[in-house]
Nanobody
């Protein structure tokens, strides 16, 4: 069992930055891939980025890879999503997820956090 708790969302003006955090716990989370997905109102859930905990290998969506960076802190058992140059279209509920293998499909992830809201004003 893996538990995920997100934090760091909020309201920011366009061009600003936010850093989302996902604190992981559980016996085996270090063998997992952690990822961020987002869902805007009226839209399908979208893959943002993922990181393989074992070796730090990163996967990023082409739509955000120049602005968003995923990272991990082993000592804190936390995954981060640094979001820069935010745009109104980045407004969404951001979810931290985890599972054994990488996928850019949300249905392949078993463990989910509660989500954290990011709102970017124009």
């Amino acid at each position: 069992q893996v538990q995920l708790v997100e934090s760091g969302g909020g309201l920011v003006q366009a061009g600003g930055s936010l850093r989302l955090s996902c604190a992981a716990s559980g016996r085996t989370f270090r063998a997992y891939t952690m990822a961020w997905f987002r869902q805007a109102p009226g839209k399908e859930r979208e893959f943002v980025a993922a990181i393989r905990w074992s070796d730090g290998h990163i996967f990023s969506s082409d739509s955000v890879k120049d602005r968003f960076t995923i990272s991990r802190d082993n000592a804190k058992s936390t995954v981060y999503l640094q979001m820069n140059s935010l745009k109104p279209e980045d407004t969404a509920l951001y979810y931290c997820v985890a599972d054994t293998y990488y996928s850019n499909r949300d249905y392949n992830y078993k463990y989910w956090g509660q989500g954290t809201q990011v709102t970017v004003s124009s």
